[in-house]
């Protein structure tokens, strides 16, 4: 038998394409397993978490609005006070859906005038 002394080019040059393509697809793969598990990782955090300063400023403004709290003058002079919504509602229903009558607000004059 004769030993060869060529090497097999067609060979070596289809292995080395599949070979690179095998690992560009590999590449590929984790980069979009890794991308995945940070989204779903940053889902689970944003799930979890409670916004504290958000719910801080709801929680004022809820007891602002509804609590005892927002009882409070307006205007001392007129007469306007500032009363929670509820409350509002129902002092409306007993006075049978009638809008109290409010005197009209005095005209104001302008202070300046422009010319042309």
Do not use: C
Not at 26 to 55: C, D, F, H
């Amino acid at each position: 038998m004769a030993i060869k002394d060529q090497v097999n080019i067609p060979v070596i040059v289809t292995l080395s394409f599949i070979s690179g393509f095998m690992i560009l697809i590999l590449m590929v793969g984790v980069q979009a397993w890794y991308l995945w598990e940070v989204k779903r990782e940053i889902e689970v955090k944003w799930a979890n978490s409670k916004p504290e300063q958000m719910t801080a400023l709801m929680d004022a403004q809820k007891a602002h609005v509804h609590g005892d709290s927002a009882y409070q003058w307006v205007d001392k002079e007129k007469g306007l006070v500032a009363v929670p919504v509820e409350a509002g509602m129902k002092m409306l229903i007993d006075a049978g859906g009638k809008m109290p009558k409010a005197a009209p607000a005095p005209a104001t004059k302008p202070t300046a005038m422009l010319t042309y």
